[in-house]
């Protein structure tokens, strides 16, 4: 079956980094996404892995490992405002997109 | 440039009542349309995906149906809520021949029944 794994919590310190972990196990693959939602709104695009390596786009970066079907996104400088879940979505061999449940990231003072 | 919208917000509906959820895509032509539900604590559920007027695809058996009357609406209903529907539903868009299938998502609807 599909599989897409992210711890369920983390917590962090303001001004600290954190770095949230995904693992997946797909049928086939096309692209790996990180999504930030924050509570009762919707999911808002935050990055797009297809090849392995690291993208950096201001405080955020994505990581992807093809050959060990594992990401990451590493969030620096953390704001308050960055209390929010983070959720792993991997694009199949068909286009559909599977979806990790999220990560529920807490920042303290 | 593109937008999503959703309505209604926010229902409370009891249990054995009709719903009616509506989306509308603006900005674009021909985007496939999905329905999603999000229980809490959980990860989305993909409930329908659509690639074209009246071109419906279910992902898991329910007592919800989706129709697309028209390129830019995509509308999820039920004749009678169940307890269980209750939770956050997300409809969404993607370019219909994009390489990546980046969603785009609504506001969302939260659905209480009681």
């Known amino acids: 079956g599909q599989n897409i794994d992210q711890p369920t919590e983390m917590t962090a310190t303001e001004g600290a980094i954190v770095q949230i972990n995904c693992t997946y196990q797909?049928?086939?693959?096309?692209?790996l996404f990180w999504y930030q939602q924050h509570a009762g709104e919707a999911p808002t695009f935050l990055s797009y892995?297809?090849l392995d390596g690291l993208e950096e786009k201001g405080r955020f970066s994505s990581f992807l490992s093809r050959s060990k079907g594992y990401s990451y996104l590493l969030l620096k400088e953390l704001q308050m405002k960055d209390s929010a879940s983070y959720l792993c979505?991997?694009?199949?061999?068909?286009?559909?997109?599977?979806w990790g449940a999220g990560t529920k990231l807490i920042i303290k003072p | 440039s593109q937008t999503i919208h959703q309505w209604p917000a926010t229902l409370v509906q009891p249990v054995g009542s009709p719903l009616s959820l509506e989306c509308t895509v603006e900005?674009?032509?021909?985007?496939?349309l999905y329905w999603y539900r999000q229980a809490a604590g959980r990860g989305l559920q993909l409930l329908f995906y659509?690639?074209?007027?009246?071109?419906i695809s279910s992902e898991v058996p329910q007592n919800l149906s989706a129709s697309r009357p028209q390129d830019r609406q995509f509308i999820l209903s039920s004749k009678k809520l169940l307890l269980s529907d209750s939770g956050f539903y997300l409809c969404?868009?993607?370019?219909?021949?994009?390489?990546?299938?980046?969603?785009?998502f609504g506001e969302g609807s939260r659905l209480t029944v009681l």
């Open positions: 969404a868009w993607s370019v219909g021949t994009s390489d990546t299938g980046e969603l785009f």
């Open positions: 900005g674009t032509s021909n985007p496939n």
């Open positions: 659509s690639v074209g007027i009246g071109q």
């Open positions: 797909t049928s086939g693959f096309n692209g």
């Open positions: 892995n297809v």
């Open positions: 979505a991997v694009t199949d061999s068909n286009y559909q997109l599977i």
